[in-house]
């Protein structure tokens, strides 16, 4: 079965800090991994993708396959950055199918 | 529009009643993505359509739920006999094809059902 975690449902930093949502996966095989990202009253929008290796507003993540992660991270947290994110994950297994975490809710005071 | 449209916005309907949710995915996409994301969860599969075939229905929950896509555009999840653990928000995807490593899905504003 595959499976996300997000550990932390809030997370909380000043503008200007480090930020690092964690996500930890488990998953038979080489997964896809996303980070989506949903603002304040707007849709669920993708963020970045493992296998693009691209950094998307300051935003990077890597794919760690021995400690099962892709923690998504960001050196300088901006007030506009606080939303909810989400890790999702797919695979051959399980088609075009994704599989979310629960989510965790930044907020980046001023 | 040019986005992942769903209708209507909310539902409110009474334990029992049928409801029949709406998804006009971006024009062109061939493929169409159903899930339900009840609150402080994050979204859950339900069903992925190629085309106009339901090419993986394993996330519907039980007979209860049904979804049509009938000309290869516009899909209808349909929920017989609700309850009220079914009151969630149905989120709305689709994308080029079914491929996610090369194509992007877009994701619907979503309809929050509430059975009462």
């Known amino acids: 079965a595959q499976r996300v975690t997000q550990p932390e449902k809030l997370l909380s930093v000043f503008k200007g800090a480090p930020v690092e949502l964690k996500c930890n996966y488990s998953y038979s095989g080489s997964p896809e991994l996303f980070w989506y990202v949903q603002y304040s009253r707007q849709r669920l929008q993708l963020l970045l993708r493992h296998i693009s290796r691209e950094s998307i507003k300051g935003f990077t993540a890597d794919l760690n396959k021995g400690e099962t992660s892709f923690h998504l991270k960001k050196p300088f947290a901006q007030e506009e950055d606080s939303a909810m994110y989400y890790c999702?994950?797919?695979?051959?297994?399980?088609?075009?199918?994704?599989?979310f975490g629960e989510g965790t809710q930044l907020t980046v005071n001023p | 529009g040019a986005g992942v449209s769903q209708t209507p916005s909310n539902k409110v309907t009474e334990k029992g009643k049928y409801v029949e949710l709406r998804c006009d995915p971006i024009?062109?996409?061939?493929?169409l993505y159903w899930y339900r994301q009840s609150l402080g969860q994050g979204p859950e599969f339900l069903i992925y359509f190629q085309g106009t075939g339901a090419a993986d229905d394993s996330g519907l929950p039980n007979d209860r739920f049904f979804a049509v896509r009938p000309e290869g555009s516009v899909s209808t999840l349909k929920i017989q006999r609700t309850e009220r653990g079914d009151s969630a928000v149905y989120l709305c995807a689709s994308s080029l094809d079914g491929g996610l490593s090369a194509t992007e899905a877009f994701f619907g504003q979503g309809t929050r059902l509430t059975v009462v």
């Open positions: 024009s062109g996409h061939t493929a």
């Open positions: 999702a994950l797919s695979g051959r297994t399980s088609g075009s199918r994704l599989t």
